[in-house]
């Protein structure tokens, strides 16, 4: 307890944590799996908002599996740009893994869990091969922010990122931000940075940059953020069981994204700037050095952390006011039984 904090204070600010309990899902799988579930303090993100499915998500990929059982019922017909032929997801399940990972249903039994209960848009941006051009990845951005997505997650290697960074531009006066793999070379790129494109390098269980064997996250001054990035649940009905596990920074973006996403279902009012700032001063500062650097960004995200920003203050006022107005109440009671 702290020195000369008056009791009712104490009182009021466990009303208010109380009122925001973490939430543990009764998706069987988050236990099993989800190690960074707690990682990223998700119970208590989903204590204060499981996320609203009035926020689109686009996932910019080889499509999503519309029945896939942990996404039923919030995903909507896929885009596809200009001169890209209709893309069979099932024949490369990949934007349905990046799907789930953002938006697998969140306490519905099912599975496991996504960042949050999200409507995911799926924007096909390869062709009959899965093989990308970055024209078409950044005239999907372009589609996605009109068509209303506020998160565009890109888990695709390309090669002439300023073109998306344009899109993206494009798409934060729109409202939406745009977040995208690092890549998983293993190695330093010498790229960007570009100031309109979030890109999310890949952590591992230990907080350390995800790197197995020759497989690993990528890093350089592109960087942004990071994520975990290993043995990431994923869905997907080609699976025998509907799940597997992954890695790679495709899973890492998306959890990012999520973040947003969740921020926004909390408060649809937040602009892409200020979304952008939670993200990064809520992160887990981690490496040798403080603040950015080339590895982790600004660090690890905290999704928990950005949820407890995102609250819209007025809310936070009413929650303790009636925290007081319950104390209140019952000082009188005891002033009345005395």
Do not use: C
Not at 145 to 174: E, F, P, W
Not at 192 to 206: A, E, K, Q
Not at 287 to 297: A, L, P
Request: no cysteine.
């Amino acid at each position: 307890m702290k020195r000369g904090m008056p009791m009712a204070a104490l009182m009021v600010l466990a009303i208010a944590a109380a009122a925001r309990a973490d939430l543990v899902p009764n998706d069987p799988g988050y236990a099993l799996y989800e190690w960074y579930g707690p990682r990223l303090n998700l119970p208590a993100a989903w204590g204060v908002s499981t996320g609203s499915s009035g926020v689109i998500a686009a996932v910019l990929d080889t499509g999503v599996i519309a029945d896939t059982p942990d996404l039923a019922g919030r995903v909507l017909a896929p885009l596809y740009p200009t001169g890209l032929a209709p893309f069979d997801p099932h024949l490369q399940p990949h934007g349905t893994y990046v799907a789930s990972v953002l938006g697998m249903g969140v306490n519905n039994g099912l599975g496991g869990a996504g960042v949050g209960n999200f409507t995911i848009l799926p924007v096909v941006v390869t062709d009959s091969e899965a093989h990308n051009a970055s024209e078409d990845i950044a005239a999907g951005i372009r589609m996605a922010a009109d068509a209303g997505a506020r998160v565009i997650n890109v888990s695709q290697d390309t090669l002439l990122y300023n073109l998306l960074d344009d899109a993206a531009a494009y798409a934060r006066t729109k409202g939406a931000l745009v977040f995208v793999a690092a890549g998983n070379s293993n190695s330093r790129i010498d790229m960007g940075p570009y100031p309109n494109l979030i890109f999310v390098s890949g952590t591992d269980s230990s907080d350390q940059r995800w790197s197995v064997g020759s497989e690993g996250s990528s890093w350089g001054p592109y960087v942004l953020l990071s994520a975990p990035a290993q043995n990431i649940l994923v869905a997907s009905p080609t699976f025998g069981s509907g799940y597997g596990l992954g890695s790679g920074t495709s899973f890492a973006s998306p959890l990012a994204a999520g973040a947003a996403a969740l921020a926004w279902s909390i408060n649809p009012t937040l602009t892409p700037d200020e979304v952008r700032h939670l993200l990064e001063s809520t992160a887990a500062d981690l490496g040798t050095t403080t603040g950015w650097d080339e590895v982790y960004g600004y660090g690890r995200i905290d999704i928990g952390a950005i949820a407890a920003g995102a609250v819209p203050e007025p809310a936070t006022l009413a929650l303790l006011a009636a925290g007081i107005a319950l104390l209140a109440t019952r000082r009188r009671r005891r002033m009345a039984g005395q």
